[in-house]
């Protein structure tokens, strides 16, 4: 395991909130409402929307104004014409994934209410839709994705606009139908809004007024910033981020840690010891899309943030899965993503009898190895994956390169840094060792997604030639190298690893092109900025530099050599 280090891996970076900075409470919120307006107060389904509304209701009244409510989740249409509306044609049936929806928040409602001012009241109008609606003023009351999948995932959650009465909801429709929907309507509406929300504590919510969140987000996307890292728990998860990184102490274990996962991670504004406002990651892009991103990288992706860097911990743990993701036709036709999720490893924590399933054998037979994978599904019949897919050894700061249709996994006892295009909910399983989830059931696996998408045509020594590179020296400096590790033609980014010794710097620039940063040995870096900020990163921790920095210059921390790596658009 990795020894200690003179830096800390700090769970919740936070960065200061322009203007007013961030807030705290109800009543401090509503201080600027005044008689004869109408408020509107959007957000996503998850948020407690009987909660919220009674807080600012109550802090209104506090006021000595008159409030009138106006709940939007009561004007959703019926719940059979939402189902067709949104329904997923190209995966009608596909009890797990459904193709991106292309839906508009409007598709949820036949028609909307619309509510007068009342010259001595406050007419108050709040739940997912309530920007469509004619107001004065609009708030957002937002609440991270994180704690919606945890709901639905637990029972307790529904999906927009379903009614009570009609089931649990699906994480299928909140993957794939919610957020898209929720994202494009945030994002739409971002200009306007007034006063956001954090309620994650619905009794005493944290909050940015208008101005500053729009002034936080234009620094943030000028400057080096590390987005909120999560942990959670799976079959196969191990112990390294519990024992290394301090997260999740009392959970069964830590497995998928999001570093930066666009569509899901946020950035904490505030200060350390005062209110903080979680605010998304993926709402910066969609604001400052060229400073982010870069204009060439803006050109390509639009405001989709292409790049994630994830932990996969089953050091302690068990294998993954063996699964591949869809080739890029596939992708965009099927499951409607533009781009496609190629993926990489990177080898925090391995060995030499530890190891990574990756590519398929040159004597692979793929019609058994079908039949295999149909048996165990309907069989429970457990067979060797290995007759199919090869094994390579898990060396420490190895790089495997897996585009998609690629068959892959880690196996137990690794610590995987995925550094990966950003779609993340597309792993097509060939085979899950027969695992059981926490009801009992067999997880689910894709064996037609699966071999629709398999590559069949690297195989055997073509799978080691492209996908298990060495290391090439682009550059150099005193003490200090950077490598090329990882880049294929078919692949949009590619990898890079920085090694410095101690005392030495090197000078980079983001310009045209933003990078993402992970210090993988050693204690750690000091980023400078030609603008002047100046941002640490220790061991594990994840760093975005804008393209709107440029240039900038990173020193090593402590007594001993540290390697970095670095991802960036190819």
């Known amino acids: 395991m990795h020894g200690s280090h003179s830096t800390v891996y700090e769970p919740n970076p936070c960065y200061p909130g322009s203007g007013a900075g961030a807030r705290h409470g109800y009543d401090t919120a509503v201080r600027t409402i005044i008689r004869g307006t109408v408020l509107a107060v959007d957000g996503p389904a998850a948020v407690d929307w009987d909660a919220v509304a009674t807080g600012i209701s109550d802090a209104l009244t506090a006021r000595g104004y008159a409030v009138e409510q106006l709940d939007l989740c009561g004007h959703f249409a019926a719940w059979e014409d939402i189902l067709a509306r949104t329904a997923s044609q190209e995966l009608a049936d596909d009890p797990d994934f459904a193709t991106l929806s292309e839906a508009s928040l409007a598709d949820f409602f036949d028609t909307l209410p619309a509510p007068e001012a009342v010259p001595d009241s406050v007419v108050f109008v709040y739940g997912p839709g309530a920007a469509l609606v004619a107001h004065n003023v609009l708030w957002y009351a ?22 009570s009465g009609t089931g649990p909801g699906t994480t299928r429709r909140l993957f794939y139908i919610d957020w898209p929907v929720l994202d494009r309507h945030r994002d739409a509406v971002a200009p306007g809004i007034a006063l956001w929300l954090d309620t994650q504590d619905t009794a ?51 497995a998928l840690g999001y570093e930066l996962i666009a569509p899901e991670s946020g950035i904490l504004v505030g200060e350390p010891d005062g209110p903080r406002v979680e605010v998304p990651f993926q709402l910066l ?12 990288v803006h050109a390509t992706f639009g405001t989709s ?73 309907h069989a429970g019949v457990g067979f060797d994956i290995e007759q ?7 060396a420490e700061h190895q790089l495997f390169l ?3 249709g690629t068959p892959h996994g880690s196996g137990g006892g690794n610590v995987v840094l995925e550094i990966s295009a950003t779609p993340y909910l597309y792993s097509l399983r060939f085979y899950d060792w027969l695992r059981k989830d926490s009801e009992g059931r067999q997880r689910p696996v894709h064996v037609a997604h699966a071999f629709g998408n398999l590559n069949t045509e690297r195989r055997g020594e073509q799978v080691a030639r492209d996908l298990v590179q060495q290391p090439c020296t682009l550059r150099s400096g005193p003490d200090w190298q950077e490598d090329t590790i990882g880049a294929l033609p078919e692949m949009f980014f ?12 090197a000078v980079d620039d983001a310009t ?11 204690d750690g870096i000091l980023v400078v900025t030609e603008a002047g900020h100046r941002h640490t990163l220790a061991y594990a921790e994840t760093l975005t530099i804008p393209a709107a920095v440029c240039g900038y210059t990173v020193y090593a921390i402590g007594s001993g050599r540290v390697r970095y790596v670095k991802a960036l658009i190819r």
């Open 142 to 163: 937002d609440l991270p994705k994180r704690y919606a999948e945890a709901d639905i995932t637990a029972g307790t959650g529904r999906n927009l606009g379903q009614p």
């Open 204 to 254: 005493a919510p944290t909050w940015l007024d208008g101005p500053a969140l729009q002034a936080t987000l234009a620094e943030l996307a000028a400057r080096p910033f590390r987005t909120r890292p999560t942990f959670n728990t799976t079959s196969w998860g191990g112990h390294w981020a519990q024992e290394q990184l301090g997260f999740n102490a009392q959970a069964r274990n830590t």
């Open 285 to 296: 892009v969609a604001l400052h899309p060229r400073a982010v991103l870069g204009e060439p």
């Open 305 to 377: 943030f292409p790049i994630r860097f994830d932990y996969l911990d089953t050091y302690g743990g068990g294998n993954l899965s063996v699964h591949c993701h869809p080739q890029p036709e596939y992708m965009e036709k099927v499951f409607g993503w533009p781009y496609t999720q190629h993926e990489t490893y990177y080898m925090m924590v391995g060995g030499p009898e530890r190891q990574i399933f990756l590519g398929l054998r040159e004597d692979a037979d793929l019609e058994q190895f079908r039949h295999d994978a149909d048996h165990a599904v």
């Open 388 to 394: 199919y897919v090869q094994t390579f050894p898990a």
């Open 402 to 404: 897996i585009p998609g």
């Open 494 to 505: 590619e990898v890079r690893r920085f090694e410095l010794g101690p005392g030495a710097r």
């Open 512 to 522: 045209g092109g933003f990078h993402v940063l992970n210090v993988v040995d050693g």
